[in-house]
Structure formats: C-alpha cells, structure tokens
C-alpha cells in the first residue's frame, strides 16, 4: 500500500504550553489507526492539525504529497482530501437530513445535486437511515445523528477519515450502533484515523495502534491484541488497566 499520509517532527502550542512533541507517522492507503490515551494528551488536537483546523508551530503535515497549511488559500480544496466527524456531530438544525448531508458536496465541489441526492441516500441506506432523510436533526437520536455525519462526510469522496471520540456524547445504548457503521467503513478499506476511548473496539478495528501520552506518541504498535494483552510500555499499562472491556464485542 502506497503512504496517503506523513507527518514529519510535527510541533503544536498554545501559547507557553506545549501540545504536541515531535511527532512522526506515516499512514498507508486503507490503514485504520486508532490513537487512544487519557484526556488531554493531546490526541484531538493532533486530529485537528491533520486537516488545517488548527496552525502548527513547526513540522510537515502532507496528504497525498500535498502539504497541510492552515493559513494557505488553498487549504478548503486540500479538507476535501480530509473528512473529519466530530463528536458534537455539527449538523445545521434548519436543514433536514438530505440537505446537510448534500450541502457541501453541491456547494463547495460544484457537483450535480441529483447524482449528490442519489448516492447520499444510497449511503443513508447503508447505515438504516434512509427513512429520516426529510426529518430535522432535533427528530433524532444522537446515535443517529452521528451516522448522519459520518454520510456527511463520506458523501465528500475523503481520501481519508478523522473521527474524534464520534461516541463521546452519545448514550451508551447509542454506541453499539455508531461504532458497528464504522466497523463497516474499516473492513470496506477506507483510511481512518480514530481517536477513542472504546478500548473493544479499538482492538477489533485497529490495524496499528498510536498511544499518546502528554503530548507525545508513549508506545506504537501493529501487533494491536498483543498491546492490549501486554503493552511495553509502563504508562499503557497503567493507562489500560482503568478499563473493563470484551473485545468480543465487535469481532
């Protein structure tokens, strides 16, 4: 698989405090890598770094060859390389579901606004929500709302998806539903960088795993069942042995 993504001594601050520390990675067209640790670690920030969202102070961020730069006039163009859903899903509430998830697409890509509909419902169909494509967001749940956003952003055609803690405001109930459509996305090949704190899911989805710590990457892996069975490092373990988790759950 050929590198989509490659981030040299990338160096984030606000101000006096150090956020991101030198970090490095290189990601492969259909690799999914998911990136846990404790709050602020810095690992939603990092997200945000890789698609312009936020300016670095040092480092290279490159997609597909292509340098991330949050203040180059171009940067819109370089987003649609990057899809990113968030945790707050950022669903307009005056828009139905069909027209949030077409706005972008029609608007920003100039695409035909009856092929955007045809394949936004086909894709609203993949994740069972075809029959809300007329309701408001305030008519659905929060697990529906975040599969809305995951169409929304997959309807862009990314080379890659950023997904920050997607789960992190949804009842627990909710969570099976939204994580199982990104289970989905994983096996049909998509590139996906995925901060959680589902530790099930992490393990049953990850090709490789990134563990952060104070702003760092602590300890990475391809050998995703032997972290989650014995990490190398002593801050992972410590860090792991807070959950109680199945990872029978999602395989």
Not at 189 to 216: C, Q
């Amino acid at each position: 698989m050929s590198e989509l993504l490659k981030v040299t001594h990338l160096h984030k601050e606000f101000g006096n405090n150090v956020v991101l520390k030198d970090i490095n990675l290189s990601v492969k067209r259909g690799e999914v890598v998911v990136i846990i640790g404790p709050s602020g670690c810095g690992k939603s920030t990092f997200l945000r770094c890789l698609n312009g969202l936020e300016e670095i102070q040092g480092g290279i961020i490159t997609v597909d060859g292509l340098p991330v730069e949050a203040d180059k006039r171009d940067i819109t163009k370089l987003r649609q390389k990057i899809g990113m859903v968030f945790q707050s899903y950022e669903l307009f509430p005056h828009k139905t579901v069909i027209e949030n998830i077409i706005l972008a697409p029609t608007k920003v890509q100039k695409r035909n606004k009856e092929e955007v509909t045809k394949e936004a419902i086909e894709l609203l169909d993949k994740v069972g929500l075809s029959d809300k494509k007329d309701y408001y967001p305030r008519q659905l749940s929060g697990g529906q709302k975040q599969r809305v956003a995951i169409v929304r952003a997959l309807v862009m055609h990314p080379e890659i998806i950023l997904f920050d803690e997607v789960t992190a405001a949804l009842d627990p109930e909710m969570v099976h539903e939204v994580l199982e459509t990104m289970i989905k996305l994983a096996k049909s090949g998509r590139t996906m960088l995925i901060v959680t704190h589902e530790m099930s899911f992490a393990e049953a989805v990850a090709d490789r795993i990134l563990f952060f710590d104070n702003g760092e990457i602590v300890e990475e892996t391809e050998d995703v069942k032997g972290f989650f069975k014995e990490p190398v490092t002593e801050r992972a373990q410590k860090f792991l042995r807070t959950f109680e988790y199945d990872s029978a759950l999602y395989i």
